[in-house]
């Protein structure tokens, strides 16, 4: 993770552009991440595998565009799991203002130890 930097606190009123579900799956968690805009959620997505240790086939695939991550239909998958959809009417109503989720989460499940490490490192999770 070196040479990155974490995601930068946003200007103006201190809120986050994002929000942050955790959800029990299996022997730990995934998170539901909800973003105002489908590029936002799509960087998530970008930066989440730029930073997470041993996804560097990945992150290949997103430079070269193979991968597409602001694709809602695709699934990226290397032990753990990208994904961006429309947050539904209820979601929308308890995150208004951020119609997109990212759901990461690992192939069994709870995301792994290094997708958790990859969401603190971002500010994403503490």
């Not at 029990?24 to 730029?50: H, K, L, N």
């Not at 998958?77 to 961006?84: A, E, F, K, V």
């Not at 990212?102 to 997708?115: H, L």
Request: proline share 7%.
């Amino acid at each position: 993770m070196a040479g990155l930097e974490s995601r930068p606190e946003p200007e103006g009123e201190g809120k986050k552009i994002f929000e942050v579900v955790k959800i029990p799956s299996g022997e730990g968690f995934s998170y539901m991440v909800y973003f105002p805009t489908q590029e936002e959620a799509a960087q998530a997505i970008s930066d989440f595998w730029q930073v997470r240790v041993g996804s560097e086939t990945i992150v290949r695939g997103i430079k070269s565009g193979m991968l597409q991550p602001s694709d809602p239909r695709h699934t990226i998958t290397y032990g753990d799991r990208t994904r961006i959809t429309p947050a539904n009417s209820t979601e929308q109503e308890k995150h208004p203002g951020k119609p997109f989720r990212v759901w990461f989460n690992g192939n069994e499940g709870a995301i792994t130890s290094r997708g958790e490490a990859a969401l603190r490192y971002l500010g994403f999770i503490e």
